[in-house]
């Protein structure tokens, strides 16, 4: 896993200067691009659920597995 910190960037912003505002207009914006993604996040992970669990793997061992 990746402990990069997230970085939010908004176009054409300088990122020292960035009001509040600006960010939650920037992510308003993003919105519908997020939440597609995490449909898509939590297919994968019922997919990755459902194959552990056929493969033999108790419901909590899959759990443990893909992660919670």
Avoid at 22 to 44: E, R, Y
């Amino acid at each position: 896993m990746n402990d990069k910190p997230i970085e939010i960037r908004i176009q054409n912003q300088d990122p020292n200067k960035i009001s509040l505002e600006d960010a939650v207009k920037q992510l308003s914006a993003d919105l519908p691009a997020v939440i597609a993604m995490n449909k898509l996040q939590a297919k994968i992970k019922r997919e990755m659920f459902m194959a552990f669990t056929r493969e033999g793997f108790t419901e909590d061992q899959a759990m443990f597995l893909i992660g919670r």
